[in-house]
């Protein structure tokens, strides 16, 4: 299965994005994983900053997140933002991560979307399909869209077209399709009933993650297409 669309940059494929909306009209529910965080999402000046929680013996493993507390069946998600990181970690596991997900308890089911490993500086677009239980996950891929990270604001899309299991995802920046790539998964991942999740993960201690963050100005999502 093809995009159909034009043809972009350096022969990537281009696709005209409707502009997103103000962040500030989403509402989202944010926590620190670690009762004894000092740091916190923050919703501010019309964007959403959610810095990577500092190395703290007190808190050296702690999730900064923002979930949006209303689903949305969707086929596309698209928003304006910053990835601010570098290659200091240790794990691949310390990560910014924005992304759609069907369950926002566990983590562990239909998810697609963005993923920037703190270890290498390199983002990448994946995909997730669970089993619905705690920890499990039946298939994961990812497909890398910068090495490493370029840190600028950018226009970000991940969009998903589903036929009889067979599901194609494409990543875009700034409309220039960068990566795709095809998977039979159940069920279909367009029209799921899904959330909104930006969060920074970090699970390990002894580095440095003064700066790192992600900012979203903007976002907007596209329905069933």
Request: charged share 10%; net charge negative; proline share 5%.
């Amino acid at each position: 299965m093809t995009e159909p669309q034009g043809t972009g940059i350096g022969g990537n494929t281009k696709k005209t994005i409707r502009t997103p909306l103000p962040i500030n009209n989403f509402t989202f529910n944010t926590y620190a994983s670690c009762g004894l965080s000092t740091q916190f999402p923050i919703m501010s000046a019309g964007q959403l900053t959610i810095p990577v929680a500092s190395d703290d013996p007190s808190c050296p493993f702690n999730f900064l997140d923002a979930d949006g507390r209303t689903t949305f069946n969707i086929s596309e998600f698209s928003f304006i933002g910053t990835f601010t990181s570098g290659a200091t970690a240790p794990s691949v596991d310390d990560q910014i991560a924005v992304f759609a997900t069907t369950d926002i308890v566990n983590f562990t089911s239909q998810e697609f979307g963005w993923a920037l490993t703190l270890n290498n500086n390199i983002l990448w677009g994946y995909v997730q399909n669970g089993t619905g239980l705690p920890g499990g996950v039946t298939y994961f891929n990812g497909v890398v869209i910068q090495n490493p990270s370029d840190g600028l604001e950018h226009l970000f899309t991940a969009r998903v077209i589903s036929t009889n299991g067979t599901n194609t995802f494409f990543w875009y920046v700034d409309n220039i399709l960068i990566n795709s790539f095809n998977v039979t998964l159940v069920p279909n991942y367009v029209n799921l009933p899904y959330h909104f999740v930006v969060t920074t993960h970090r699970t390990t201690g002894g580095w440095n993650s003064d700066a790192f963050q992600i900012v979203i100005k903007k976002f907007d999502f596209v329905y069933n297409i």
